[in-house]
């Protein structure tokens, strides 16, 4: 079988080109002696998968994709036209919803990441009051939590639209899901889920929320600017995006110390810091993840753990797929690409 190679987003002004976000990857790949071809990732966006893989060389075989986040159902669409080209995509559409969204994963860590409940719904609705609570008993009931989509949160309206400090205030639970559902409007993925809270180590107490990290999917473009992802996710430019673990109030010294760990084929191919805090020294305790990353039996994963506070261990935050979680800016990921073009 011929050397896998990587898709990247082609670049919005110059298309024969990759996005200046991931340049530096496909530098790094050419000089490992791999391969890359373009997408047009707006196209994707739009439903428009045929049109947009049309760079993309027939009969290419293997595939990676590396590139801004996705929904479920346009990467089943870029999966299939894909196909329809000669080319195979080798996280395959459920694969790739098993990783990205927190009910395909959340199976399989619950125990090891904060506990976690979800109402799905088909596009921007705001569960009622019974569906609510019934929800948050699911989770215990009281303390504070954390309300997110199946991918995404919006940390940066922290108070707003992200944190509830009591799960048995149903009424302050209510405010703060309305206002997290207007604000992700037509972006909303998946449904609401509602996440226990749990106190991460981190820099300080932060100035406009709890101390710790909130044990959702993050911000992937910094409010949808399309910069670093959280964990899980690399966010399109202009879209209120997520990924992996946050902490208390954006920008104010609380950010929890995060790692990122890149698994390929149940290996831990790439430990590092979070995008987020990418000059911060982290050497996690991988002993128990191994295990619950072969079982989720996706090949390309990320994991985003933090130590709690208290000391007594290391927490998976969020678990994203590989493909659309983002390194960490200064990172050797010679290793990483290696891995995947070896694959």
Same mark, same amino acid.
């Given at each position: 079988?011929?050397?896998?190679?990587?898709?990247? +987003? $082609? #670049?919005?002004?110059?298309? =024969?080109?990759?996005?200046? =976000?991931?340049?530096?990857?496909?530098?790094?790949?050419?000089?490992?002696?791999?391969? =890359?071809?373009?997408?047009?990732?707006?196209?994707?966006?739009?439903?428009?998968? *045929?049109?947009?893989?049309?760079?993309? +060389?027939?009969?290419?075989?293997?595939?990676?994709?590396?590139?801004?986040?996705?929904?479920?159902?346009?990467?089943?669409?870029?999966?299939?036209?894909?196909?329809?080209?000669?080319?195979?995509?080798? %996280?395959? +559409?459920?694969?790739?919803?098993?990783? =990205?969204?927190?009910?395909?994963?959340?199976?399989?860590?619950?125990?090891? %990441?904060?506990?976690?409940?979800?109402?799905?719904?088909?596009? +921007?609705?705001?569960?009622?009051?019974?569906?609510?609570?019934?929800?948050?008993?699911?989770?215990?009931?009281?303390? &504070?939590?954390?309300?997110?989509?199946?991918?995404?949160?919006?940390?940066?309206?922290?108070?707003?639209?992200?944190?509830?400090?009591?799960?048995?205030?149903?009424?302050?639970?209510?405010?703060?899901?309305?206002?997290?559902?207007?604000?992700?409007?037509?972006?909303? $993925?998946?449904?609401?889920?509602?996440?226990?809270?749990?106190?991460?180590?981190?820099?300080?107490?932060?100035?406009?929320?709890?101390?710790?990290? #909130?044990? %959702?999917?993050?911000?992937?473009?910094?409010?949808?600017?399309?910069?670093?992802?959280?964990?899980?996710?690399?966010?399109?430019?202009?879209?209120?995006?997520?990924?992996?673990?946050? #902490?208390?109030?954006?920008?104010?010294?609380?950010?929890?110390?995060?790692?990122?760990?890149?698994?390929?084929?149940?290996?831990?191919? !790439?430990?590092?810091?979070?995008?987020?805090? &990418?000059?911060?020294?982290? *050497? &996690?305790?991988? %002993?128990?993840?191994? $295990? !619950?990353?072969?079982?989720?039996g996706c090949r390309f994963v990320t994991t985003d753990l933090a130590r709690r506070a208290d000391g007594s261990g290391w927490r998976v935050v969020e678990v994203g797929d590989g493909q659309v979680?983002? !390194?960490?800016?200064?990172?050797?990921?010679?290793?990483? !690409?290696?891995?995947?073009?070896?694959?």
């Amino acid at each position: 079988m011929p050397a896998p190679a990587i898709v990247f +987003p $082609a #670049d919005p002004l110059n298309p =024969h080109r990759p996005d200046p =976000h991931f340049a530096w990857e496909a530098r790094m790949l050419r000089e490992l002696g791999g391969e =890359h071809h373009l997408v047009d990732h707006d196209g994707l966006l739009a439903g428009r998968a *045929e049109e947009a893989v049309r760079r993309v +060389p027939r009969d290419s075989g293997p595939l990676w994709y590396r590139g801004w986040m996705l929904s479920s159902a346009r990467y089943a669409d870029f999966s299939a036209a894909l196909a329809a080209r000669g080319g195979n995509l080798l %996280t395959s +559409p459920p694969g790739y919803a098993a990783a =990205h969204e927190l009910p395909g994963w959340y199976g399989v860590f619950e125990g090891a %990441t904060p506990a976690s409940a979800w109402i799905p719904s088909d596009g +921007p609705a705001v569960p009622g009051p019974e569906e609510l609570a019934e929800a948050a008993a699911r989770i215990g009931g009281r303390g &504070p939590a954390i309300v997110k989509d199946y991918v995404k949160s919006r940390k940066h309206e922290w108070h707003e639209a992200c944190y509830v400090p009591e799960l048995a205030d149903l009424a302050a639970v209510g405010r703060v899901v309305e206002r997290f559902v207007e604000l992700q409007g037509e972006f909303l $993925a998946g449904g609401v889920v509602l996440r226990r809270y749990e106190e991460f180590e981190g820099a300080g107490v932060p100035a406009e929320g709890p101390a710790g990290a #909130d044990g %959702t999917g993050g911000t992937g473009g910094a409010g949808g600017s399309g910069g670093a992802g959280g964990a899980g996710g690399v966010a399109a430019p202009g879209v209120a995006s997520a990924g992996p673990a946050e #902490d208390g109030a954006p920008g104010s010294g609380g950010r929890a110390v995060e790692a990122r760990v890149w698994w390929l084929d149940g290996r831990p191919v !790439l430990v590092g810091p979070h995008p987020d805090a &990418p000059r911060r020294a982290v *050497e &996690p305790d991988l %002993t128990d993840v191994p $295990a !619950l990353v072969r079982r989720l039996g996706c090949r390309f994963v990320t994991t985003d753990l933090a130590r709690r506070a208290d000391g007594s261990g290391w927490r998976v935050v969020e678990v994203g797929d590989g493909q659309v979680s983002d !390194l960490p800016r200064g990172i050797d990921a010679a290793g990483l !690409l290696a891995a995947l073009i070896a694959a």
